[in-house]
């Protein structure tokens, strides 16, 4: 086979996974008000929530940025929490809005210490603070909680990325008084990926509304959707909603209230108590270093030495290598969504097992031990 005609038969060769038929993808109706509604219902449900949910048309990554330009202007005064490249970006859009933004920054292998942060909240007295809840790209989980309180006591409207955490972990907005929470449908709702969800409570509206600067007529604006949508009769539908994603949230989001939330939640812990057991035996080291480990995905650290190479080629799509400057230091076990299960974290296991030479046999029976 000549070099051009290899090529050509790598960009034809489709994934080995089922794909949607032309009927399933094509001539589908839009979006009805009906389904928009269920929607947005069901995110409150998992948001334990009574806020308004804005439904929001593209990836959560766009939804955060929308949410960081709507709250930010010169004047707005932030604490942003960073333990991980998520946290860092959304102070970074916060500051290109012209707020004055103070980063508490963790080093990635670990999470951010609740009192310190506290402490901090209490001296600055910010107006908005913003944190992201687990960390996919690092395995580690924020302790919600104790950093709201604090920004509670200051009045501060508090803003919080859930897309890791929804699904894996509980997330208790109202309990925890968040005012923005963010969710996306691709980790452990085992959705898809282009559209996310934000709610927002009147504390966050009357910031965002006071902000000159918050998107408005634009495809980052929360307050259009809000004043085109949420406050009307619901007879007009803004612009045309992506039915295909919407359809499969929906589906993600009732398939998962169906399991009900706690038992899937149930599933990442046993997955990550299971992950965690099993990379151990093999003789690995976790790459978090605290009790702030996520039941979104667990994290590995690359060993030193000739052990390492084999494991710095591995990519399966449950088990990938870190993301950005992570890369070459840590390697992630998507146990994520579906993934949730034992038969994958043994697969997980058995994958690192191979890369590392080393008989599967106990590790594999560690984490069968360590499954709740
Ligand atoms: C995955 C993730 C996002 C971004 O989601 P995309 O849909 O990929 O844009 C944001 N924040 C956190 C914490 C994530 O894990």
């Known amino acids: 086979m000549s070099q051009d005609n290899a090529a050509a038969s790598t960009r034809t060769t489709l994934p080995a996974y089922p794909l949607l038929s032309a009927a399933q993808l094509l001539d589908q109706p839009p979006l009805t008000a009906v389904e928009l509604d269920r929607i947005a219902e069901l995110c409150a449900v998992v ?43 959304f102070g970074e859009w916060m500051r290109e809005a012209g707020a ?47 950093i709201f309180a604090a920004a509670k006591e200051v009045g501060a409207v508090t803003i919080l990325d859930s897309v ?31 559209v996310s969800a934000v709610a927002v409570s009147d504390h966050a509206w009357a910031l965002i509304d006071a902000n000159e600067n918050a998107p408005r007529s634009s495809s980052l604006s929360l307050i259009d959707w809000r004043d085109h949508w949420l406050r009307t009769d619901r007879s007009i539908i803004p612009g ?16 998962v209230v169906a399991e009900g939330v706690g038992a899937v939640n149930r599933r990442h812990v046993a997955a990550a108590a299971a992950t965690r057991a099993g990379v151990r035996a093999l003789g690995l080291e976790l790459w978090q270093k605290g009790a702030g480990v996520a039941p979104i995905a667990t994290t590995i650290r690359v060993p030193q030495g000739d052990a390492a190479a084999a494991l710095l080629t591995l990519d399966t799509g449950l088990v990938t290598q870190g993301n950005g400057s992570l890369r070459g230091q ?26 590392l030479g080393v008989d599967a046999l106990a590790a594999v029976a560690a984490a069968r031990a360590a499954w709740l």
């Open 240 to 255: 045309l909603p992506s039915w295909l994603e919407g359809r499969a949230l929906l589906a993600a989001l009732e398939r």
């Open 100 to 146: 004055d933004v103070t980063d508490i920054v963790s080093d990635f292998d670990d999470v951010a210490d609740p009192q310190a942060v506290a402490s901090t909240i209490r001296e600055i007295k910010p107006s908005v603070v913003a944190l992201v809840h687990a960390e996919a790209a690092t395995g580690g989980t924020n302790d919600v909680s104790t």
């Open 330 to 355: 840590l390697l992630r076990v998507n146990h994520y969504g579906r993934a949730a299960s034992l038969p994958s974290v043994i697969e997980a296991v058995q994958t690192l097992a191979d890369a």
């Open 47 to 89: 948001f334990e929530t009574t806020n308004d949910v804005i439904l929001f048309q593209a990836e959560a990554i766009l939804a955060l940025e929308a949410v960081a330009r709507s709250v930010a202007s010169a004047g707005t005064v932030a604490v942003n929490i960073v333990t991980g490249p998520y946290g860092g970006g």
């Open 164 to 194: 890791a955490a929804i699904g894996a972990e509980p997330v208790h907005a109202a309990e925890w008084g968040a005012d923005i929470v963010v969710l996306g449908g691709q980790k452990a709702l085992a959705g898809p990926a282009g």
